[in-house]
């Protein structure tokens, strides 16, 4: 992906997000702030960003969830990055 974005991540939950939420989810660098976050994937996948969260899991990752404008489908995005 990039230095920021490690690689999307596709759980139950995460695919309950997509469905209907429109949002994507990514394991990200441990250093990368929201504004960086949102940065990469508007870039990346030419959306725009509505909403970042992140979090970091007990085992150090940190997983960015990221909203989509309501103009852009998550699942579009996650159909072209290949994730089902």
Same mark, same amino acid.
């Given at each position: 992906?990039?230095?920021?974005?490690? &690689? #999307?991540?596709? =759980?139950?939950?995460?695919?309950? @997000? %997509? @469905?209907?939420?429109?949002? %994507?989810?990514?394991? $990200? +660098?441990?250093? *990368?702030?929201? #504004?960086?976050? *949102?940065? *990469? /994937?508007?870039?990346?996948?030419?959306? !725009? $960003? /509505?909403?970042? =969260? !992140?979090? /970091?899991? #007990? @085992?150090?990752?940190?997983? +960015? &969830?990221?909203? %989509?404008?309501?103009?852009?489908? *998550?699942?579009?995005?996650?159909?072209?990055?290949? /994730?089902?």
């Amino acid at each position: 992906m990039n230095s920021v974005i490690k &690689y #999307p991540n596709m =759980t139950e939950k995460a695919m309950d @997000d %997509l @469905d209907f939420q429109n949002k %994507l989810q990514f394991v $990200v +660098a441990g250093d *990368a702030s929201k #504004p960086e976050i *949102a940065d *990469a /994937v508007s870039e990346q996948f030419d959306v !725009t $960003v /509505v909403d970042v =969260t !992140t979090q /970091v899991q #007990p @085992d150090g990752e940190k997983k +960015a &969830y990221v909203k %989509l404008s309501e103009d852009d489908e *998550a699942e579009d995005v996650a159909s072209r990055i290949g /994730v089902f």
